[in-house]
Antibody, heavy 119, light 107 residues
Framework: QVQLQESGPGLVKPSETLSLTCTVSGASITSSSWSWFRQSPGKGLEWIDYAGYSGSTSPNPSLKSRLSISVDTSKNQFSLMLNSVTAADTAVYYC?????????????WGQGALVTVSS | DIQMTQSPSSVSASVGDRVTITCRAS??????LAWYQQKPGRAPNLLIYAASSLQSGVPSRFSGSGFGTDFALTISSLQPEDSATYYCQQAESFPITFGQGTRLEIK
């Protein structure tokens, strides 16, 4: 059974960097594609990016200039960093696996990590 | 970006009812559409992918249809555990985008 778990600070100050890690179990991170999403009351579900070996692969243009993605195959983890955060970045952040069933669909998700941007 | 518009935004129905939720894309997306169910405090759960393919483990009362710009999710016989918010998602082009959600309430 594939499982994903997000981890990281739940509170980030404005203008600082949001950092989250997704730890994958039950599957090798090299066997699939992995992604980040977020969900806020104001904007609903929002795609962030795929995590590729070289980092960001398909970033949401609205976040691209502030986004950094990395993959650590030795730890079976991938990470998200979003800099210069504002209150608009407050959301539940999810990591997910792209379904091998077909392109661009997501079959396993983490439980979500609430990140609040506030001083 | 491709805009996804769901209707209705909320629906209330009784156990055993047939319920249909629709999703319209702002441009053609072939069959690259998924439906997710989300319960409060939980992550989205993939129900349907490629417009009409049932994800493994999802009850057969859920079905999807459509192609191009107009799609539908149908629950053939509503069960109490189907109370949730449902989202469509397009995978035709980046950025991947979602509908705004349809809240389904059981009467």
């Amino acid at each position: 059974q594939v499982q994903l778990q997000e981890s990281g600070p739940g509170l980030v100050k404005p203008s600082e960097t949001l950092s989250l890690t997704c730890t994958v179990s039950g599957a090798s991170i090299t066997s699939s594609s992995w992604s980040w999403f977020r969900q806020s009351p104001g904007k609903g579900l929002e795609w962030i990016d795929y995590a590729g070996y070289s980092g960001s692969t398909s970033p949401n243009p609205s976040l691209k200039s502030r986004l950094s993605i990395s993959v650590d195959t030795s730890k079976n983890q991938f990470s998200l960093m979003l800099n210069s955060v504002t209150a608009a970045d407050t959301a539940v952040y999810y990591c997910a696996r792209r379904c091998p069933c077909d392109r661009g669909f997501f079959d396993y998700w983490g439980q979500g990590a609430l990140v609040t941007v506030s001083s | 970006d491709i805009q996804m518009t769901q209707s209705p935004s909320s629906v209330s129905a009784s156990v055993g009812d047939r319920v249909t939720i629709t999703c319209r894309a702002s441009q053609g997306i072939n069959r690259w559409l998924a439906w997710y169910q989300q319960k409060p405090g939980r992550a989205p759960n993939l129900l349907i992918y490629a417009a009409s393919s049932l994800q493994s483990g999802v009850p057969s009362r859920f079905s999807g249809s459509g192609f191009g710009t107009d799609f539908a999710l149908t629950i053939s016989s509503l069960q109490p555990e189907d109370s949730a918010t449902y989202y469509c998602q397009q995978a035709e082009s980046f950025p991947i985008t979602f509908g705004q959600g349809t809240r389904l309430e059981i009467k």
